[in-house]
């Protein structure tokens, strides 16, 4: 059986140039720098280490988009055996569009559903999150007091808050 987290560095090491096309796009309306090697440090807290497969769980997570966030939860999740999706609006799009798309092809290489990992991107990712809260076991909303606040009022599912760094 392929390790998902070699072929996640395998398919990482594959995709490097659709990913630096990515950042170049979101720098130039973000002007925000990305440092690809923190995405590879990242991949490699994972490799050697077995998912460990607990209780099915589909978890929601709301949070400002940053890309190496998306990267580790998604990777985090993956280790866990678990399914994440992520709502975002517009922040770093396309760079997080492309990890995601290497996190889908190495799930597809390994056999796994794709859809194991997501991401919802609109202008208005609360409502979207209403919309689907029953596909979804909790949510997570990172970094953003006032979000998670809003997401308290609409939601039915249980909710955490986590501080971002």
């Not at 072929?7 to 720098?27: T, V, Y």
């Not at 099915?56 to 997570?61: D, G, L």
């Not at 997080?96 to 290489?109: C, E, G, R």
Request: contains cysteine; aromatic residues 10%.
């Amino acid at each position: 059986m392929i390790d998902i987290f070699e072929r996640i560095s395998e398919n990482f090491s594959d995709s490097i140039h659709e990913l630096e096309e990515a950042i170049k796009i979101d720098k130039t309306k973000w002007k925000q720098e990305i440092d690809v090697n923190k995405f590879y440090y990242e991949i490699g807290k994972y490799l050697n280490k077995e998912v460990q497969k607990t209780e099915s769980e589909t978890v929601a997570v709301m949070y400002d988009g940053n890309p190496y966030m998306t990267f580790s939860l998604a990777l985090n999740q993956i280790s866990k055996g678990k399914k994440l999706v992520f709502f975002v609006e517009q922040y770093m799009l396309a760079v997080n569009t492309a990890l995601l798309a290497i996190i889908q092809k190495s799930l597809i290489d390994c056999n796994t559903d794709e859809s194991d990992i997501k991401l919802y991107n609109s202008r208005n990712s609360l409502l979207d999150l209403i919309e689907k809260q029953n596909e979804f076991d909790r949510v997570i909303v990172l970094g953003d007091k006032f979000m998670f606040e809003r997401v308290q009022m609409h939601v039915e599912i249980p909710i955490t808050f986590v501080q971002s760094e």
